[in-house]
């Protein structure tokens, strides 16, 4: 899930380098990341460093995810959402936001559903991806890292998260705590502004529910 300091390392992972397709999905149907983010950057006419300079992700690491050659994680792709203007959800299915949201709403995402992220430390699960204009955002998380090490570097951001073990035993991971122990059913709530990743530990990877906070 975590993030970089460096910005031309910005918390990203190095995934396997493909040239891009300009649709914005692949022969599986999942969402390409690389396209979607030209797409975006090309219609609102940004250059790269105008990007850097929004979303505080540097131009070579914004130029390389395009390219596929880096793997953004969640966190990553939360800075240049709101870098962008855009909701997280949005960047992700390659749908506009909806200026049209109404009271009353709701949405459901079924078991085995959602809107699929993965990474080379976590594969998530975005729930309730179709409801835009949202301002917490929750994903259903298996978490494959067994060592902070796995990360290029710790998370930041300015949000707040929620997680919840549904399964396994994750250790996470603070620049202010020592690292906290959580079993199935534990649950913790933190700033995420605070430097933290995630790991999991015993024979198996953790699964969470969490919510990611935008404030």
């Known amino acids: 899930m975590p993030e970089i300091s460096s910005l031309d390392r910005d918390d990203t992972a190095r995934g396997a380098g493909r040239p891009v397709d300009h649709d914005s999905e692949d022969a599986r149907g999942h969402l390409d990341i690389g396209a979607r983010l030209l797409k975006v950057r090309k219609r609102r006419g940004l250059t790269l460093q105008d990007a850097s300079r929004l979303t505080g992700v540097s131009s070579s690491a914004f130029s390389k995810i395009e390219r596929n050659e880096l793997s953004p994680t969640i966190s990553t792709m939360q800075r240049i959402a709101q870098g962008l203007g855009i909701e997280l959800v949005s960047l992700l299915n390659d749908q506009d936001n909806d200026p049209g949201a109404f009271r009353g709403r709701r949405s459901v995402t079924r ?105």
Do not use: Q
């Open 111 to 215: 078991a085995g559903a959602g809107s699929r992220h993965a990474t080379v430390t976590c594969n998530n699960m975005l729930l309730c991806a179709d409801l835009k204009n949202k301002r917490a955002t929750p994903i259903l998380t298996t978490v494959t890292a067994r060592s902070p090490d796995d990360y290029p570097a710790w998370a930041k951001s300015e949000a707040e998260i929620f997680v919840m073990v549904m399964e396994g035993t994750l250790i996470v991971h603070s620049a202010l705590y020592e690292p906290l122990e959580l079993n199935k059913g534990d649950s913790v709530y933190y700033d995420a502004s605070t430097e933290h990743t995630w790991t999991s530990s015993g024979p198996t990877d953790a699964v969470v529910l969490w919510v990611l906070v935008d404030l």
